[in-house]
């Protein structure tokens, strides 16, 4: 009985050891693989017009629609969703899109049900 209850304290030991190793590192891999400057196209009810998205580590992001027209924003993500507040209005809601890898993370795409989706490659 003694050599049960010590083979069963080490493995609670060893798992409550190994627990402390287990990191959310998914959040850290969304974070790279938004990273960098994305091209594509935005669809807006009849309309597409060529976008660039460019991602960087301070959380922020530069949008720039048919090379004329540019946004800054503050971004987060999370459960899918990622979060764009602009920079010059921050106190406004944040424009909230679902988001998709594909293609190995070198395709992305942004969908917000009630004003656009965009499709990107990096």
Do not use: R
Not at 3 to 10: C, K, P, R, V, Y
Not at 29 to 54: H, K, P
Not at 71 to 89: A, G, I
């Amino acid at each position: 009985m003694e050599i049960q209850l010590a083979i069963i304290g080490i493995f609670l030991l060893l798992f409550l050891s190994f627990s402390g190793c287990i990191d959310n590192s998914n959040d850290t891999n969304n974070l790279n693989q938004f990273i960098g400057i994305w091209e594509g196209i935005s669809y807006l009810d009849d309309t597409t017009m060529n976008v660039t998205f460019t991602f960087y580590e301070d959380d922020t992001a530069k949008q720039v629609t048919d090379e004329f027209h540019s946004h800054l924003f503050y971004y987060e993500y999370e459960d899918k969703s990622l979060y764009l507040t602009l920079q010059e209005f921050p106190d406004f809601e944040p424009l909230i899109y679902s988001y998709h890898f594909s293609n190995n993370y070198t395709a992305l795409t942004l969908t917000n049900e009630s004003f656009d989706t965009l499709i990107l490659t990096k």
